[in-house]
Protein backbone atom coordinates (compact mmCIF):
# COMPACT_ATOMS: atom_id res chain seq x y z
CA UNK A 1 0.00 0.00 0.00
CA UNK A 2 2.80 2.15 0.95
CA UNK A 3 4.64 2.10 -2.70
CA UNK A 4 2.08 3.60 -4.79
CA UNK A 5 2.07 6.58 -2.15
CA UNK A 6 5.88 6.97 -2.40
CA UNK A 7 5.74 6.28 -6.41
CA UNK A 8 3.14 9.30 -6.39
CA UNK A 9 5.15 11.84 -4.18
CA UNK A 10 8.09 10.92 -5.86
CA UNK A 11 6.14 11.68 -9.10
CA UNK A 12 4.71 14.86 -7.96
CA UNK A 13 8.42 16.19 -6.16
CA UNK A 14 10.04 15.04 -10.89
CA UNK A 15 7.04 17.05 -12.17
CA UNK A 16 7.87 20.37 -9.20
CA UNK A 17 11.39 20.37 -10.17
CA UNK A 18 10.70 19.68 -14.20
CA UNK A 19 7.89 22.69 -13.73
CA UNK A 20 10.47 25.01 -11.78
CA UNK A 21 13.15 25.28 -14.04
CA UNK A 22 10.50 26.20 -17.18
CA UNK A 23 9.74 28.90 -14.86
CA UNK A 24 12.60 30.74 -15.03
CA UNK A 25 14.85 31.89 -17.76
CA UNK A 26 18.32 31.35 -15.79
CA UNK A 27 19.28 29.34 -13.14
CA UNK A 28 20.22 32.67 -10.73
CA UNK A 29 16.75 34.29 -11.13
CA UNK A 30 15.05 30.22 -10.20
CA UNK A 31 17.50 30.35 -7.22
CA UNK A 32 16.98 34.02 -6.20
CA UNK A 33 13.44 33.01 -6.29
CA UNK A 34 13.65 29.96 -4.14
CA UNK A 35 15.93 31.65 -1.80
CA UNK A 36 12.96 34.42 -1.61
CA UNK A 37 10.35 32.09 -0.83
CA UNK A 38 12.41 30.16 1.86
CA UNK A 39 13.41 33.10 3.41
CA UNK A 40 10.08 34.38 3.75
CA UNK A 41 8.82 31.01 5.22
CA UNK A 42 11.19 31.03 7.68
CA UNK A 43 10.46 34.62 8.90
CA UNK A 44 6.79 33.78 9.29
CA UNK A 45 7.50 30.28 10.68
CA UNK A 46 9.84 31.75 12.83
CA UNK A 47 7.33 34.81 14.09
CA UNK A 48 4.36 33.06 14.77
CA UNK A 49 4.92 32.22 18.48
CA UNK A 50 5.91 35.45 18.80
CA UNK A 51 2.97 36.79 17.28
CA UNK A 52 1.01 34.49 19.47
CA UNK A 53 2.64 35.77 22.53
CA UNK A 54 2.30 39.01 22.27
CA UNK A 55 -1.31 39.18 20.50
CA UNK A 56 -2.56 37.20 24.02
CA UNK A 57 -1.10 39.29 26.61
CA UNK A 58 -1.25 43.09 24.91
CA UNK A 59 -4.39 42.97 23.77
CA UNK A 60 -5.27 46.35 21.58
CA UNK A 61 -1.36 47.16 21.96
CA UNK A 62 -0.23 43.89 20.63
CA UNK A 63 -0.21 45.39 17.37
CA UNK A 64 1.70 48.63 17.93
CA UNK A 65 4.06 46.71 20.28
CA UNK A 66 5.09 44.44 17.40
CA UNK A 67 6.16 47.22 15.26
CA UNK A 68 7.55 49.18 17.44
CA UNK A 69 9.73 45.90 18.39
CA UNK A 70 10.72 45.46 14.80
CA UNK A 71 11.65 49.18 13.80
CA UNK A 72 13.89 49.03 16.87
CA UNK A 73 15.27 45.69 15.60
CA UNK A 74 15.62 47.35 12.38
CA UNK A 75 17.00 50.35 13.60
CA UNK A 76 19.52 48.36 15.80
CA UNK A 77 20.84 45.82 13.14
CA UNK A 78 20.00 46.40 9.79
CA UNK A 79 19.90 50.08 9.44
CA UNK A 80 23.64 50.36 9.86
CA UNK A 81 24.65 47.98 7.73
CA UNK A 82 21.96 49.58 5.40
CA UNK A 83 23.36 53.05 5.62
CA UNK A 84 27.19 51.56 5.34
CA UNK A 85 26.89 49.57 2.21
CA UNK A 86 23.69 49.66 0.31
CA UNK A 87 25.44 52.49 -2.39
CA UNK A 88 27.68 49.53 -3.04
CA UNK A 89 25.25 46.88 -4.34
CA UNK A 90 24.18 46.18 -7.48
CA UNK A 91 20.57 47.16 -8.02
CA UNK A 92 19.67 42.96 -8.05
CA UNK A 93 21.22 43.45 -4.49
CA UNK A 94 19.36 46.46 -3.73
CA UNK A 95 15.86 44.78 -4.57
CA UNK A 96 16.74 41.86 -2.83
CA UNK A 97 18.35 44.34 0.36
CA UNK A 98 15.00 45.79 0.71
CA UNK A 99 12.03 42.92 0.11
CA UNK A 100 14.38 41.51 2.95
CA UNK A 101 13.44 44.41 5.13
CA UNK A 102 10.14 45.00 4.36
CA UNK A 103 9.60 41.61 5.32
CA UNK A 104 11.24 41.76 8.27
CA UNK A 105 9.81 45.01 9.59
CA UNK A 106 6.10 44.29 9.00
CA UNK A 107 5.30 40.23 9.13
CA UNK A 108 5.59 40.08 13.02
CA UNK A 109 2.81 42.92 13.29
CA UNK A 110 0.61 41.49 10.19
CA UNK A 111 0.77 38.52 12.26
CA UNK A 112 0.13 40.03 15.93
CA UNK A 113 -3.19 41.84 13.93
CA UNK A 114 -4.08 38.83 12.11
CA UNK A 115 -4.03 36.37 15.70
CA UNK A 116 -6.12 39.47 16.98
CA UNK A 117 -8.39 39.13 14.40
CA UNK A 118 -9.08 35.65 14.84
CA UNK A 119 -12.40 34.45 16.63
CA UNK A 120 -12.06 33.75 20.51
CA UNK A 121 -13.00 29.83 21.40
CA UNK A 122 -13.63 31.57 25.05
CA UNK A 123 -17.23 31.18 25.08
CA UNK A 124 -17.87 32.28 28.58
CA UNK A 125 -19.99 35.49 29.14
CA UNK A 126 -17.27 36.49 32.19
CA UNK A 127 -18.14 37.34 36.11
Known amino acids: ?10 FLLLAACILWSELFPS ?8 MQLTHTA ?3 VASIPFA ?9 RAAGLALLITVLTFALFS ?9 TYSP ?7 FDNLKLLFVLPALVWLMRRLPSNNRSSGP
Open 92 to 98: RMRVITV
Open 52 to 60: FLIAHFYGR
Open 1 to 10: MRTPLFLLVG
Open 42 to 44: AIV
Open 27 to 34: RLSGVLTW
Open 79 to 87: LPALVAYFA
